[in-house]
């Protein structure tokens, strides 16, 4: 019989899906099992429309395999195909039958078929270098047999085959280029295939499987008792679960099957803290089953980590991770979408952005926002426990695209209150402010502890002012990117103006500064370029110095990116230093006296309260050594 040709284009799409729009081998079974279960799916139609003969208790789809052959066969009882739909669905590649029958069901809902683009069945050839089917369409007394060795052809011809429906027979490739073809034809591999990517496919699907067991051999041991010994057979067992779990009610899914269902598949220890469950219908319908984890994995802060939500048409696989229906901001998040509106291209491996995928991944996002604020809420300390291993996430989704999400997270972030000593929202921060109050502000440090300490805080505090502490990298860039919140400024305690003093406070310290130029112009002088300017200090009580900063770079921000490594640009960010002297304080006084009497001693004296100042601020000294045999020397 004469080979036929596939037409140019088919020809050439044969070849490009071959070798470039598959990423992943595997998936062949994927496509071979969705197009048995369109053909269930077709027939079943029928068997309601027509009443014809048929149960449905009867359909199934299976996957067989011979070792030594090199073969794969899938096999249904659907529609089948005669002469006719053999050419049109498997001589032209990119037409789809099942396409095809999908636009004249339009009108009814309850349709649903998986395969919309008519090159899932080319992916055979990722393996195969021969494939066969043999169909019979139902009601009709011909059967048929197509093969094809790839892009050069295929033939047509009658063949036996008792019952109606298709059997696609794949014979495997060589092993070769490295490439183990051999792993496929293996009893393991093909289950698991099987339950990766098609557990959920509505019709059972059967495989003979080795089972063993312990039985008796007819014969006894020494002691009489009957001997035993391990024997295997063939069973042939349903290996797809059917009804995935988010598909069911409520009532059909408790919380504890739920739990259970994450545990098994995200491979978590703990229970979520919370499950939310989604059945969007409208322009765009999907189901899904989102977690919020407890613990965040290992590697959950590397480049390791791969987030994403696993992403199911119709039950069958489309994506494990698929990261374009998950903002970043919630990346913790775990859990699957199933809708059968998706727009998929050619491949169903590689998505199509389009507005369904927006809309879906724009709902998504409110859900997850609206029950971490109901758990915020109504169950702190489970919020509490989450928010110990994904709070910085929530943070860094504030940062990231230059504050894209900052609206999303903003209510959800917590920092530590030093008046109320716990772990507080901005909400919550401003709800307490006492009257006069115009700003949050907020204290850098490495510690709740070590903020504490800052002698910056004591003018904050003394107005009854409360304080927040920033303890983490990313917190100041945080509300630095959100700048304000319910319209109140947030304010650095180590910055230049903290908005405390009063007109009149600000004309007597302008007053008493002017007074002291003399000796504050020294102490620069002495100081140089290590500091922009130095000043009498309205914000010490008690303490003699510290460091303040001029400009959008904080002393936080200059020891961050002094620590990342291999970035020497990095390093190069400096904060525009301000040495502040309490006027009131002993030392002050002693450096007065000094001034007048011993300029040496002043000099050393000025040095001294730098570097005091840089280690109050946990700031790195040039040189220690140096710096103690000034101490010295004042003895």
Same mark, same amino acid.
């Given at each position: 019989?004469?080979?036929? @040709?596939?037409?140019?284009?088919?020809?050439?799409?044969?070849?490009?899906?071959?070798?470039?729009? =598959?990423?992943?081998?595997?998936?062949?079974?994927?496509?071979?099992?969705?197009?048995?279960?369109?053909?269930?799916?077709? /027939?079943?139609?029928?068997?309601?429309?027509?009443?014809?003969?048929?149960?449905?208790?009867?359909?199934?789809?299976?996957?067989?395999?011979?070792?030594?052959?090199?073969?794969?066969?899938?096999?249904?009882?659907?529609?089948?195909?005669?002469?006719?739909?053999?050419?049109?669905?498997?001589?032209?590649?990119?037409?789809?039958?099942?396409?095809?029958?999908?636009?004249?069901?339009?009108?009814?809902?309850?349709?649903?078929?998986?395969? @919309?683009?008519?090159?899932?069945?080319?992916?055979?050839?990722?393996?195969?270098?021969?494939?066969?089917?043999?169909?019979?369409?139902?009601?009709?007394?011909?059967?048929?047999?197509?093969?094809?060795?790839?892009?050069?052809?295929?033939?047509?011809?009658?063949?036996?085959?008792?019952?109606?429906?298709?059997?696609?027979? #794949?014979?495997?490739?060589?092993?070769?280029?490295?490439?183990?073809?051999?792993?496929?034809?293996?009893?393991?591999?093909?289950?698991?295939?099987?339950?990766?990517?098609?557990?959920?496919?509505?019709?059972?699907?059967?495989?003979? +499987?080795?089972?063993?067991?312990?039985?008796?051999?007819?014969?006894?041991?020494?002691?009489?008792?009957?001997?035993?010994?391990?024997?295997?057979?063939?069973?042939?067992?349903?290996?797809?679960? &059917?009804?995935?779990?988010?598909?069911?009610?409520?009532?059909?899914?408790?919380?504890?099957?739920?739990?259970?269902?994450?545990?098994?598949?995200?491979?978590?220890?703990?229970?979520? $803290?919370? %499950?939310?469950?989604?059945?969007?219908?409208? !322009?765009?319908?999907?189901?899904?089953?989102?977690?919020?984890?407890?613990?965040?994995?290992?590697?959950?802060?590397?480049?390791?980590?791969?987030?994403?939500?696993?992403?199911?048409?119709?039950?069958?696989?489309? &994506?494990? *991770?698929?990261?374009?229906?998950?903002?970043?901001?919630?990346?913790?998040?775990?859990?699957?979408?199933?809708?059968?509106?998706?727009?998929?291209?050619?491949?169903?491996? &590689?998505? @199509?952005?389009?507005?369904?995928?927006?809309?879906?991944?724009?709902?998504?996002?409110? *859900?997850?926002?609206?029950?971490?604020?109901?758990?915020?809420?109504?169950?702190?300390?489970?919020? +509490?426990?989450?928010?110990?291993?994904?709070?910085?996430?929530?943070?860094?989704?504030?940062?990231?695209? =230059?504050?894209?999400? !900052?609206?999303? $997270?903003?209510?959800?972030?917590?920092?530590?209150?030093?008046?109320?000593?716990?772990?507080?929202? +901005?909400?919550?921060?401003?709800?307490? #402010?006492?009257?006069?109050?115009?700003?949050?502000?907020?204290?850098?440090?490495?510690?709740?502890?070590? !903020?504490?300490?800052?002698?910056?805080?004591?003018?904050?505090?003394?107005?009854?002012?409360?304080?927040?502490?920033?303890?983490?990298?990313?917190?100041?860039?945080?509300?630095?990117?959100?700048?304000?919140?319910?319209?109140?400024?947030?304010?650095? %305690?180590?910055?230049?103006?903290?908005?405390?003093?009063?007109?009149?406070?600000?004309?007597?310290?302008?007053?008493?500064?002017?007074?002291?130029?003399?000796?504050?112009?020294?102490?620069?002088?002495?100081?140089?370029?290590?500091?922009?300017?130095?000043?009498?200090?309205?914000?010490?009580?008690?303490?003699?110095?510290? /460091?303040?900063?001029?400009?959008?770079?904080? /002393?936080?921000?200059?020891?961050?990116?002094?620590? %990342?490594?291999?970035?020497?640009?990095?390093?190069?960010?400096?904060?525009?230093?301000?040495?502040?002297?309490?006027?009131?304080?002993?030392?002050?006084?002693?450096?007065?006296?000094?001034?007048?009497?011993?300029?040496?001693?002043?000099?050393?004296?000025?040095?001294? #309260?730098?570097?005091?100042?840089?280690?109050?601020?946990?700031?790195?000294?040039?040189?220690?050594?140096?710096?103690?045999?000034?101490?010295?020397?004042?003895?």
């Amino acid at each position: 019989m004469a080979k036929k @040709q596939f037409k140019a284009e088919s020809k050439q799409l044969l070849n490009l899906m071959i070798n470039s729009i =598959y990423t992943h081998k595997e998936i062949f079974l994927r496509e071979i099992i969705s197009n048995a279960s369109d053909a269930i799916d077709k /027939l079943h139609y029928r068997s309601i429309t027509e009443n014809l003969p048929v149960s449905r208790e009867d359909f199934k789809i299976t996957v067989s395999w011979d070792e030594d052959a090199r073969t794969i066969t899938v096999a249904d009882n659907g529609i089948g195909m005669n002469k006719e739909s053999m050419e049109s669905n498997l001589g032209v590649i990119a037409h789809s039958g099942s396409l095809d029958f999908k636009k004249t069901m339009e009108e009814n809902p309850d349709v649903d078929i998986i395969g @919309q683009f008519g090159v899932g069945f080319y992916s055979a050839f990722l393996v195969s270098d021969k494939v066969t089917v043999r169909s019979k369409a139902y009601g009709e007394d011909t059967a048929w047999c197509w093969t094809s060795e790839g892009a050069d052809g295929y033939t047509i011809k009658e063949c036996d085959k008792p019952d109606y429906g298709t059997e696609v027979e #794949m014979h495997i490739k060589p092993d070769e280029d490295g490439e183990d073809y051999s792993d496929f034809v293996d009893e393991y591999r093909l289950k698991e295939l099987v339950k990766k990517y098609s557990d959920y496919v509505r019709w059972p699907i059967h495989m003979m +499987l080795e089972k063993g067991a312990m039985e008796e051999t007819g014969e006894k041991d020494e002691e009489g008792n009957p001997k035993k010994e391990w024997k295997t057979h063939l069973e042939d067992t349903v290996v797809n679960s &059917m009804v995935p779990i988010w598909q069911r009610s409520k009532e059909d899914a408790s919380d504890e099957d739920c739990m259970k269902f994450y545990r098994e598949k995200f491979r978590d220890f703990e229970d979520p $803290v919370s %499950i939310i469950r989604v059945n969007a219908e409208g !322009a765009v319908s999907y189901k899904a089953m989102l977690f919020i984890p407890k613990v965040a994995p290992y590697n959950f802060y590397s480049r390791d980590f791969e987030p994403g939500l696993q992403l199911y048409s119709s039950g069958v696989m489309i &994506m494990d *991770k698929c990261k374009d229906v998950l903002p970043d901001c919630f990346r913790f998040v775990r859990g699957v979408v199933d809708s059968p509106d998706l727009s998929l291209n050619i491949s169903r491996e &590689m998505l @199509q952005h389009d507005r369904q995928l927006s809309t879906i991944k724009s709902n998504i996002e409110k *859900k997850i926002k609206n029950e971490l604020a109901r758990l915020l809420a109504d169950e702190r300390d489970k919020y +509490l426990e989450f928010y110990k291993s994904f709070g910085t996430q929530l943070k860094y989704g504030i940062v990231d695209g =230059y504050g894209a999400k !900052a609206d999303l $997270v903003k209510d959800l972030v917590l920092f530590h209150s030093m008046s109320q000593d716990r772990l507080v929202t +901005l909400k919550e921060y401003v709800e307490a #402010m006492p009257e006069g109050q115009s700003r949050i502000y907020y204290a850098s440090a490495e510690s709740v502890a070590r !903020a504490k300490q800052l002698p910056q805080t004591e003018q904050v505090r003394d107005k009854g002012y409360d304080i927040i502490c920033l303890t983490e990298d990313v917190d100041e860039f945080a509300v630095r990117t959100l700048r304000q919140y319910d319209e109140k400024d947030f304010c650095d %305690i180590a910055g230049n103006d903290l908005g405390i003093e009063t007109e009149e406070e600000k004309k007597e310290a302008d007053a008493k500064e002017e007074e002291e130029k003399e000796i504050l112009d020294f102490v620069k002088e002495t100081v140089g370029d290590k500091v922009s300017s130095v000043k009498l200090s309205r914000k010490l009580k008690t303490h003699a110095v510290c /460091l303040s900063t001029e400009g959008e770079v904080s /002393l936080e921000m200059e020891k961050y990116f002094a620590s %990342i490594p291999g970035a020497p640009e990095m390093n190069q960010v400096k904060a525009q230093r301000v040495l502040e002297i309490n006027g009131s304080h002993p030392a002050f006084e002693a450096l007065k006296k000094a001034y007048a009497e011993d300029k040496g001693k002043a000099a050393d004296m000025a040095k001294i #309260m730098y570097v005091q100042a840089l280690l109050i601020a946990g700031m790195p000294v040039d040189d220690i050594m140096d710096y103690s045999d000034l101490v010295f020397k004042l003895f």
